[in-house]
């Protein structure tokens, strides 16, 4: 088994590297976060127990480091997301509103960022009680029950980009109305109409657009009163005056979408959501004892829920601030003697992100259902900090030390004991 | 002879007739429009304002319409066909600049028969558009 696992992370740093330097350009900055993934967090070898949802990649691979029994040892993961590999579009026609913004329905949301994930390492003793030593074996789920919202540059662009393509559509009739009375008048008719009709059309996509129907009213409302004033009131009476108002108009709006473009495109992670997210994770753990396949046994099983908010500080960068939590349980196989009991956890995580930086601090505390009659504390903690920072596109290091949880409910007497992780995140595919 | 290609770039269209082949007067006529975006990181967001004798056909603006039905042949002879397609752009994984170039498609079938198509490729620009002037012409 130790063999077939030292073989797995050589092919894998192989495999890795040639697809990489082949494509480059890959999947943002969250995507590339395979440190929590429910595999890693089973095992209870990962840097990060708390991460804000994102969105998923078909294929993510990582290696990572970390301290098993007193000695530093790699750990493989990875991680698959069922949707992005079964509706394998052709990605050169893309289209942002229904790939990217729209807000999709409750199951729908769950079916589209479900990811599944395994990961290996060397079984740490404490963690699995009195199973043998051997190769542990984590299976994970995840997927996101409430999405996030889409950030305010987005929504700036989004509705500048409503108003000029109504108004090119305006535009592209004046040019070939006749210059008379009679059209002039139908022209306003027809404006009134296509105004209403524009009106109802944004309306109905509100979720493409990040706007509430109240928001969205408001904005529209007051613009076209002052488009319809300075074409009525002002009494413009022939169709080259109106040409000319549309044109300086469109071209008014054309700039504004064109800076606001930039500043989008400008920024590292342009679509990254803001708001409330609510993810739920799972995952079981295995251990094959002795590295033999005869020796397999269940270690136990998690639940957790990850609420989560972001803001984002910066009006021209990336300076996001998440704040997120996690409520977890565990259930440990008592008949092998993982532990006497289950474990509950709750926690809170800070985590700010510039560019291609990311730091954090978390903290999450964990009570047993119960202890044996020696040890006298009911409950563990776990305190971590961690940067991470993006290498290319493909590649994010990460460093994390702190104290872990002490592994079951014997040791929690003992003195904590410090540990430091550093590894690389490699993406594949997009 | 050979329609012209009637899209133009940012900039008025000119008027261009498009000869229908007398042989569809009693076939439907319908409008396909597509865009690729040249790269994989880029995505797009398109809307396409589409008027026939001044009447709006498309109303809903947007994804880009397929087979979208004008009318017979024999109904759209001396109509004018205008169109504004606004193609803007963004780059998911951010940290670009300028914007990658899409290639605009305008095809023009009677039934299942296409009688033409053109294309047009955008430059580095944000947003785009893309803009025709079309009127038709019935002939042998």
Redesign the interface.
Known sequence: MKKIFRLLVILLLIFYWIPVRAQLPVPNFESLKLNSSPGFIVLEIEPDNIQRPGSPSKFIGGILNSTINGKLKPNVAFEISPYHLIYQKDTSSKILETDFLQRTGFFKTIGKTLTISMATSESDTTVFGKLKPGTGVGLGVRFILIDGKINKDLKAWNLTRLKLIFLEGIEAQLANLPNDTASIGLFYLQMEREMKQFESISYHNLDYYGYSLKEMHDSLSKWKDEIMYDVAVMKIKSTKNLDKYFGAEVKKLGFEENSLLQKINAKKNPLAKEGFMLEFAAGQASVFQKNEWSGMAHAKTTFWLTPSWRINFSKTDLTLFDFMGVIRYTINNKKDSVDIDDYFDMGVRAQVTQNKWSSSVEFISRWATDVPATTKKKYTYRLAMGIDYKISDVLTFKFSFGSNFDGNTKTYTDPKQMFVLGGLNIGLFK | MANQNPIYLDE?PVETEFIIPKKYNKTMISLTL?????E??W?????H?I?LD?Q?CY?????EPVDLILNYGSMLENQ?L???S?V??????????P?QKVNYLLSITAGDKLIDSFEKESGT???S?F?S?IKFKLLE
């Open positions: 008025p597509g865009i690729q975006i040249k994989n990181d995505v797009y967001a398109s809307a304002s008027y001044f709006n109303p809903q603006k947007t994804p004018l205008s169109m504004i606004h803007s752009r963004i780059k998911p994984s951010g940290g670009a600049s914007a620009d944000n947003p558009d803009k002037l």
